[in-house]
């Protein structure tokens, strides 16, 4: 089973940059598409961003045009960088992938799942 483990989260004032990554312990092109989701106490798990193998990618209306997700397949791993961060964009990020076809928003058709990485930004 894939493991994942993200990295890059911390605080940050708004209107700051943080880039997250978050390394595969096998081979990314055997999934499909793989994301990035994210989670505040109290609220539903929400998605972020995601991309397929061939490049597709997708993103939430809440972080289209400031964030941008990537793959480096040769290094298994895959990178969110988040510019323009906002206060809203406090949460634990955690990256995902499924193995089924399509890219998708829904986090219930992802199989697997990191451990999270904290990202705070300040007012």
């Known amino acids: 089973q894939v493991q994942f483990v993200e990295s890059g989260g911390g605080l940050v004032q708004s209107g700051g940059s943080l880039r997250l990554s978050c390394a595969a312990s096998e081979l990314m092109t055997d999934y499909y598409a793989i994301g990035w989701f994210r989670q505040t106490p109290g609220k539903e798990r929400e998605f972020v961003a995601a991309i397929g193998w061939i490049g597709i990618t997708i993103y939430a209306d809440s972080v289209k045009g400031r964030f941008t997700i990537s793959r480096d397949n040769a290094k298994n791993t895959l990178y969110l960088q988040m510019n323009s961060l906002k206060p809203d964009d406090t949460a634990v990020y955690y990256c995902?992938?499924?193995?089924?076809?399509?890219?998708?928003?829904?986090?219930?058709?992802?199989?697997?799942w990191g451990q999270g990485t904290q990202v705070t930004v300040s007012s």
């Open positions: 995902a992938a499924k193995v089924s076809p399509a890219v998708v928003r829904s986090g219930d058709e992802y199989d697997y």
